[in-house]
């Protein structure tokens, strides 16, 4: 199983982008969706995050910004991000957690760059 994240690109602070992650064989018992995204010389950070079941968990410094949504039968996770800022500019991972046992599974990456 792969995930495939596309919908990065440049924007100017203010504007808007949708990513997307879609996994490209069946993952089952998915346990929560989920977006990070690591900036130059940061490390990773969890951006949002869907509990299957349970609440949509984002942090601090995208709420009211950022949407997570998913689509679990189309094994599918959604970032909208509005009133992006240049310091949301990163490098974003997809993630799955699925299966008795938690796998993580990751997508390659989709970069996004936000100009001031």
């Known amino acids: 199983v792969q995930l495939q994240a596309s919908g990065g690109g440049l924007v100017q602070a203010g504007g808007s982008l949708s990513l997307s992650c879609t996994a490209s064989?069946?993952?089952?018992?998915?346990?929560?969706l989920g977006w990070y995204r690591q900036a130059p010389g940061k490390q990773r950070e969890s951006v949002a995050h869907?509990?299957?079941?349970?609440?949509?968990i984002y942090a601090d410094s995208v709420k009211g910004r950022f949407t997570i949504s998913g689509d679990n039968a189309k094994n599918t996770v959604y970032l909208q991000m509005n009133s992006l800022k240049p310091e949301d500019t990163a490098v974003y991972y997809c993630?799955?957690?699925?299966?008795?046992?938690?796998?993580?599974?990751w997508g390659q990456g989709t970069e996004v760059t936000v100009s001031s």
């Open positions: 993630n799955f957690v699925a299966g008795y046992s938690s796998d993580e599974y």
């Open positions: 869907i509990i299957i079941g349970g609440p949509k």
């Open positions: 064989g069946t993952i089952s018992n998915v346990k929560s």
